[in-house]
């Protein structure tokens, strides 16, 4: 099924001017606060052409709100990167200055992967 039909489940056309189409989409989860977020930041280098990014998991709420943090990281690292799925991606290796940032932001973060 594709994603911009995704809500719709069988209907195709409805003659009846008063339909009102109900959606079974669950809402968008409101994200915790940073204290409640439990973020691990690593490194990584998988799939990338040998290439280090900074991986930063475990962030639970809506897309919107893991944008902002991913534009704020990598404002503050002066780097490039994205931020989807529930990850946010840092280019190069800056595993103590995202984590700082981090720190710095109130989250709850830790290294992770040696």
């Not at 990598?74 to 931020?83: F, L, T």
């Not at 529930?86 to 595993?95: L, M, P, S, V, W």
Request: with cysteine; net charge positive.
């Amino acid at each position: 099924m594709s994603k911009k039909n995704k809500g719709l489940q069988g209907v195709v056309y409805s003659t009846d001017p008063d339909f009102g189409f109900i959606s079974n989409d669950s809402e968008i989860p409101d994200t915790p606060e940073p204290r409640l977020q439990d973020l691990r930041v690593q490194l990584d280098r998988k799939h990338r052409g040998g290439k280090a990014v900074t991986l930063v998991t475990g962030f639970i709420g809506n897309q919107v709100d893991l944008e902002l943090l991913g534009k704020m990281l990598k404002q503050k690292c002066g780097v490039g990167g994205s931020a989807k799925d529930g990850e946010i991606i840092i280019q190069g290796d800056f595993r103590d200055k995202v984590l700082a940032i981090l720190l710095a932001e109130g989250y709850k973060a830790k290294k992770s992967g040696g």
